[in-house]
């Protein structure tokens, strides 16, 4: 059984910065790939950020690039998403995600462990 919890949500104002966190359970995720959505009411679920769980490969939507750095730390079996200059369309709820294999992968469907979300709101 694979649990994910993420943590870290919180209300910052525009520009500031935030930390989430994703703690992995269950199993060795040596061959894992581990990504980042987010999603508001009434919106599909979107495809933030992944990286693979030896941190050989990361990709990024575009709409974060260069604002958000996605990372992992093994001996917690952590991964991380720290996000700077926060803009408020970035108001969502955020998912880590998890599925074996490697690969560039940015939809939900291609996913198969998720964790409860947590809220981040960006004020303007």
């Known amino acids: 059984q694979v649990e994910l919890v993420e943590s870290g949500g919180g209300l910052v104002q525009a520009g500031g910065s935030l930390t989430l966190s994703c703690a992995a359970s269950?199993?060795?995720?040596?061959?894992?790939?581990m990504g980042w959505f987010r999603q508001t009411p009434g919106k599909e679920r979107e495809f933030v950020a992944l990286i693979t769980w030896t941190g050989a490969t990361t990709n990024y939507a575009d709409s974060v690039k260069g604002r958000f750095t996605i990372s992992r730390d093994n001996a917690k079996n952590t991964m991380y998403l720290q996000m700077n200059s926060l803009k408020p369309e970035g108001t969502a709820a955020y998912y880590c995600?998890?599925?074996?294999?490697?690969?560039?992968?940015?939809?939900?469907?291609?996913?198969?462990?998720w964790g409860q979300g947590t809220q981040v709101t960006v004020s303007s």
């Open positions: 269950g199993r060795s995720f040596s061959s894992y790939v």
């Open positions: 995600a998890a599925r074996r294999g490697l690969g560039i992968f940015v939809l939900p469907g291609q996913y198969d462990y």
